[in-house]
């Protein structure tokens, strides 16, 4: 099988290519990372890749299939490759199979844009401490990390797990559910700077979940392949912020949340 490509902006801090990179890398799949400066992905030939013009876009050499929307390639590689449901439900666990989508849109439509508009007026809006949408979006964030902590309890409760045991979103195992929700948490720092989100003590269902996601070896060995691109690699992500008339900059990166053990 040749590698499927994902293509990524240097230096890596941008989470949204990281969740199908995840998928590949829990099914076993192999990849490629494509790094693509973020000054390129406005213009050809990278927008006939996606024509929204951000990252991720996926290219499967070995079916001819070229995706953009990371959701939209998660669901591909888990259609097309998990055979083994080894991180989804088949048929015959039809409402946990549908109850995963429930929770991946919610991902791609709650989680990814409110956490992400809270880094931009936090951290980039031109105007600072616009406090109306700093609170705005600063409440969306904990409440969406109430639903989550709250559902996971619910889960813990329905399964009769005890404390020590892991609890996942649907059903008795970890999914791609779950994991598309791992490289916005590494954010939760830069999200919520000097102290205004302890994570463990509001929210500790979310903390172990995502612990216990990120310390799984395949998610592991993304996230420290993220770290390093952090570390090493030029952040590009000026380039966007430089065609944003009301930015002003990019937040300094914070540690990632949760990979360390
Ligand atoms: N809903 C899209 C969001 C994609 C997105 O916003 N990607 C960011 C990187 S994490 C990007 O390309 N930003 C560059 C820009 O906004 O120009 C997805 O999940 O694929």
Same mark, same amino acid.
């Not at 199908?20 to 099914?27: G, H, N, R, S, V």
């Not at 996926?58 to 929307?69: A, H, Q, S």
């Not at 979940?209 to 070896?217: E, G, S």
């Given at each position: 099988?040749?590698?499927?490509? %994902?293509?990524?902006?240097?230096?890596?801090?941008?989470?949204?290519? +990281?969740?199908?990179? @995840?998928?590949?890398?829990?099914?076993?799949?192999?990849?490629?990372? &494509?790094? @693509?400066?973020?000054?390129?992905?406005?213009?050809?030939?990278?927008?006939?890749?996606?024509?929204?013009?951000?990252?991720?876009? #996926?290219?499967?050499?070995?079916?001819?299939?070229?995706? +953009?929307?990371?959701? $939209?390639? !998660?669901?591909?590689?888990?259609?097309?490759?998990?055979?083994?449901?080894?991180?989804?439900?088949?048929?015959? *666990?039809?409402?946990?199979? +549908?109850?995963?989508?429930?929770?991946?849109?919610?991902?791609?439509?709650? /989680?990814?844009? #409110?956490?992400? /508009?809270? %880094?931009?007026?936090?951290?980039?809006? %031109?105007?600072?401490?616009?406090?109306?949408?700093?609170?705005?979006?600063?409440?969306?964030?904990?409440? %969406? =990390?109430?639903? @989550?902590?709250?559902?996971?309890?619910?889960?813990? /409760?329905?399964?009769?797990?005890?404390?020590?045991?892991? &609890? +996942?979103?649907?059903?008795?195992?970890?999914?791609?559910?779950?994991?598309?929700?791992?490289?916005?948490?590494?954010?939760?720092?830069? !999200?919520?700077?000097?102290?205004?989100?302890? =994570?463990?003590?509001?929210?500790?269902?979310?903390? *172990?979940?995502? $612990?216990?996601?990120?310390?799984?070896?395949?998610?592991?060995? &993304?996230?420290?392949? *993220?770290?390093?691109? @952090?570390?090493?690699?030029?952040?590009?992500?000026?380039?966007?912020?430089?065609?944003?008339?009301? $930015?002003?900059?990019?937040?300094?990166?914070?540690?990632?949340?949760? &990979?360390?053990?």
């Amino acid at each position: 099988m040749q590698p499927i490509k %994902i293509y990524n902006g240097p230096h890596g801090q941008g989470p949204n290519p +990281w969740k199908p990179i @995840i998928m590949a890398a829990e099914l076993g799949l192999p990849y490629e990372i &494509v790094w @693509i400066p973020y000054s390129e992905i406005k213009s050809e030939p990278y927008t006939s890749l996606n024509p929204n013009g951000r990252l991720p876009a #996926m290219v499967d050499p070995n079916k001819n299939v070229t995706l +953009w929307e990371s959701g $939209a390639i !998660i669901n591909y590689l888990i259609a097309t490759y998990d055979k083994d449901l080894k991180l989804t439900y088949g048929d015959d *666990r039809l409402e946990e199979k +549908w109850l995963l989508q429930s929770w991946l849109m919610f991902q791609m439509s709650g /989680q990814g844009p #409110m956490f992400g /508009q809270k %880094i931009w007026f936090t951290h980039v809006h %031109i105007e600072q401490n616009l406090q109306t949408a700093i609170d705005r979006y600063g409440t969306e964030c904990k409440r %969406i =990390l109430g639903v @989550i902590n709250d559902s996971l309890h619910k889960q813990r /409760q329905k399964l009769r797990l005890t404390a020590d045991e892991p &609890v +996942w979103l649907v059903g008795d195992k970890c999914t791609y559910a779950d994991l598309s929700f791992v490289p916005w948490n590494t954010l939760l720092g830069t !999200i919520f700077p000097s102290g205004a989100l302890d =994570l463990e003590k509001e929210f500790p269902e979310y903390f *172990r979940w995502h $612990a216990d996601m990120a310390r799984r070896p395949a998610t592991k060995k &993304v996230l420290e392949l *993220r770290e390093e691109g @952090i570390r090493t690699m030029k952040d590009t992500g000026d380039q966007v912020v430089e065609r944003q008339k009301d $930015a002003r900059k990019l937040p300094a990166y914070e540690k990632s949340l949760g &990979v360390k053990d």
